[in-house]
C-alpha cells in the first residue's frame, strides 16, 4: 500500500511564502512521478506542478516563477516552495504520486494553504 502525508500548509500574508512537504511510504516503484494540486472553495481541483523522477518540471501557468517543484529520492519526498504568494492561490494542496500501470493514482489527504491579509 502507498501513502501520501503532506504538511507545511498554513496562514500567511500576501505576498509571503510557505514550503510544503509530501513523504511517500510503501511499494513505491523508482519510476513515477509526483505533483501538486489545488482545489480553491467552490472550483475543481486544478494541476500546480509536477515533477518525474528523473527531475523533469511542469507548472501551471499561473504559479510559474513564483512556485518551485523538488524532490528528494532517496526520502520518497516531493517538495513545493511556493513565493509570492497571492490570495488567488488560497486553497487546499494535494499531493499526488502517480506509478506505472494500472491503478497507480494516489493522493494525500491535503493541506490547506490560506493567504491573507
Known amino acids: 500500500q502507498v501513502q501520501l502525508v503532506e504538511s507545511g500548509g498554513g496562514l500567511v500574508q500576501p505576498g509571503g511564502s510557505l514550503r510544503l512537504s509530501c513523504a511517500a511510504s510503501?511499494?513505491?516503484?523508482?519510476?513515477?512521478?509526483m505533483a501538486w494540486y489545488r482545489q480553491a472553495p467552490g472550483k475543481q481541483r486544478e494541476f500546480v506542478a509536477g515533477?518525474?523522477?528523473?527531475?523533469?518540471?511542469n507548472y501551471a501557468d499561473s504559479v510559474k516563477g513564483r512556485f518551485t517543484i523538488s524532490r528528494d529520492n532517496a526520502k520518497n519526498t516531493v517538495y513545493l516552495q511556493m513565493n509570492s504568494l497571492k490570495p488567488e492561490d488560497t486553497a487546499i494542496y494535494y499531493c499526488?504520486?502517480?506509478?506505472?500501470?494500472?491503478?497507480?493514482?494516489?493522493w494525500g489527504q491535503g493541506t490547506q494553504v490560506i493567504v491573507s491579509s
Open positions: 515533477i518525474t523522477s528523473g527531475g523533469t518540471t
Open positions: 499526488n504520486l502517480l506509478l506505472p500501470g494500472p491503478g497507480g493514482d494516489y
Open positions: 510503501g511499494s513505491i516503484f523508482r519510476f513515477n512521478v
